[in-house]
C-alpha cells in the first residue's frame, strides 16, 4: 500500500547549519508529495508540495525536488534557525492507490536548533 | 479568519465514557478528517467525509464514530472510551483530496485513565 518513509529523530542542529530530511515514499500512480510542519502546541501546516516529477516545492527558505526515479522527496535548507524547530512531517496523496487520496504522513522528524 | 477550530482543547475520561470532539471549518471545504498522532506513529487517519452527510472510515476506525450533519461541522464520537484512546487528535479539512492543502485544527489532547 501506499507509504511514506522519514528519517527518524531527533535532529539538532546548530543555527546557520545545513538541513536535510530524507523522505521516500511507495505509491500507486503518481503521488502528490507534501511536508508539513508542527510548531509547538500547534496543528500542522503544510510548509511546501509538489505534485508532479521534477517539481520543487520551495518556501521560507525550504526546498524539496520531487525525484520519480528515487522515490524520494527530501527537505533541505541552507541555513536553519532557532525558529525553525519544530516536527517535520513527509506526506503524499495517491488517488488510485488503497488510501483513496487521503494524505499518507510519515512518522515525523523532530528538529530543534541550538543558537 | 478562523480556519479550522476544534473542542475542546483537552479531556479527561475514564474509561468506559464516551464524549463528542467538536470540528469547525469556516472556509466552506468539502473535504473533512480525523486524525490521531501518537508518538512515534505519526498522523494515521480516523475517519473522513467527502461531503456533508457522508463519511467513511480510514486506517484506525475501531471505537470511534464520526456524523457530518452540516457541511461545516465534522463530530467525532467515542461511545466508550479505553486507555489506547489517550491521544491527540487533529481534525482537518480541504477544498478536495488530491494536490490540495490540507488545514488542521490545533489539536485535542484528550487522556483516558
Known amino acids: 500500500g501506499d507509504s511514506v518513509t522519514q528519517m527518524e529523530g531527533p535532529v539538532t542542529l546548530s543555527e546557520e547549519a545545513f538541513l536535510t530530511i530524507n523522505c521516500t515514499y511507495t505509491a500507486t500512480g503518481y503521488p502528490s508529495l507534501f511536508w508539513y510542519v508542527q510548531y509547538p502546541g500547534e496543528g500542522l501546516q503544510l510548509l511546501l508540495k509538489?505534485?508532479?516529477?521534477?517539481d520543487k516545492g520551495s518556501n521560507k527558505g525550504f526546498e524539496a525536488t520531487y525525484r520519480k526515479e528515487t522515490t524520494s522527496f527530501h527537505l533541505e535548507k541552507g541555513s536553519v534557525q532557532v525558529s525553525d524547530s519544530a516536527v517535520y512531517f513527509c506526506a503524499l496523496s495517491a488517488p488510485y492507490g488503497g488510501s483513496q487520496g487521503n494524505l499518507i504522513f510519515g512518522k515525523g522528524t523532530k528538529l530543534s536548533v541550538k543558537p | 479568519n478562523a480556519g479550522v477550530t476544534q473542542t475542546p482543547k483537552f479531556r479527561v475520561l475514564k474509561t468506559g465514557q464516551s464524549m463528542t470532539l467538536l470540528c469547525a471549518q469556516d472556509m466552506n471545504h468539502e473535504y473533512m478528517y480525523w486524525y490521531r498522532q501518537d508518538p512515534g506513529m505519526g498522523l494515521r487517519l480516523i475517519h473522513y467525509s467527502v461531503g456533508e452527510g457522508t463519511t467513511a472510515k480510514g486506517e484506525v476506525p475501531d471505537g470511534y464514530n464520526v456524523s457530518r450533519l452540516k457541511k461545516q461541522n465534522f463530530l467525532l464520537g467515542l461511545e466508550s472510551a479505553a486507555p489506547s484512546q489517550t491521544s491527540v487528535y487533529f481534525c482537518?479539512?480541504?477544498?478536495?483530496?488530491?494536490?490540495?492543502?490540507?488545514?488542521f485544527g490545533q489539536g485535542t489532547r484528550l487522556t483516558v485513565v
Open positions: 509538489a505534485t508532479k516529477a521534477d
Open positions: 482537518a479539512s480541504s477544498t478536495s483530496v488530491h494536490r490540495t492543502e490540507a488545514f
